[in-house]
């Protein structure tokens, strides 16, 4: 039982007045006062523009986003076309001994990147390791023979090779 329960002997004469009140009845109108209330939270105000300003900026930067995405991609598909449509020369490799102009090996033209470069790979793989470049290797000098069968080298262990 609630120990906070007061009988109706306990109460003073205000408190006897208010518990003998009771609503009436007549005129409450349980939709209009839901009407009223429906009417008064619709307070006019600055408030009532974020929704749809928020909801046209959102578009706006979806459009936006949308239109760079296409111009990015023409632009891909353009250059992909353009890589595609340029003729590749044979590669021309001269001997070592008859190379005719040794200063325009040193400057390639500046749409061919040079042979041994990653762009170059990659297309001679697309083709086939037959249309790989082949490198030009001139040697000047005396060159040590090699070695038929290097030492292996473990941990721990020493040979000549490594001692002073």
Same mark, same amino acid.
């Given at each position: 039982?609630? +120990? ?14 208010? @518990?003998? #009140? $009771? ?17 008064? @939270?619709? $307070?006019?105000?600055?408030? &009532?523009?974020? #929704?749809?300003?928020?909801? *046209? /900026? ?9 239109? #760079? /995405?296409?111009? %990015?991609?023409?632009? &891909?598909?353009?250059?992909?076309? &353009?890589?595609? %449509? ?8 001269? @001997? ?5 102009? *040794? ?8 749409? %061919? ?9 990659? &297309?001679?793989?697309? +083709?086939?390791?037959? *249309? #790989? ?9 005396? @060159? ?12 721990? $262990? ?7």
């Amino acid at each position: 039982m609630d +120990k906070h329960t007061h009988g109706p002997e306990d109460l003073n004469k205000l408190e006897r007045r208010l @518990s003998a #009140w $009771q609503p009436s009845n007549d005129a409450l109108n349980a939709d209009a006062v839901l009407f009223a209330a429906g009417r008064a @939270s619709l $307070q006019p105000g600055p408030s &009532r523009f974020v #929704w749809p300003a928020l909801s *046209a /900026l959102l578009t706006a930067l979806a459009v936006v986003l949308g239109l #760079w /995405l296409v111009n %990015e991609r023409n632009e &891909r598909l353009a250059l992909a076309r &353009r890589l595609h %449509e340029r003729p590749t020369a044979p590669a021309i490799n001269p @001997s070592p001994g008859t190379v005719p102009n *040794a200063a325009s090996e040193e400057s390639p033209c500046p749409d %061919e990147p040079p042979p041994d470069s990653y762009l170059a790979s990659r &297309r001679a793989l697309e +083709k086939g390791l037959d *249309a #790989w470049p082949s490198r030009v290797v001139v040697r000047t000098g005396p @060159s040590d023979p090699p070695l038929m069968n290097p030492p292996i080298l473990t941990l721990g $262990q020493r040979n000549a090779l490594l001692d002073p």
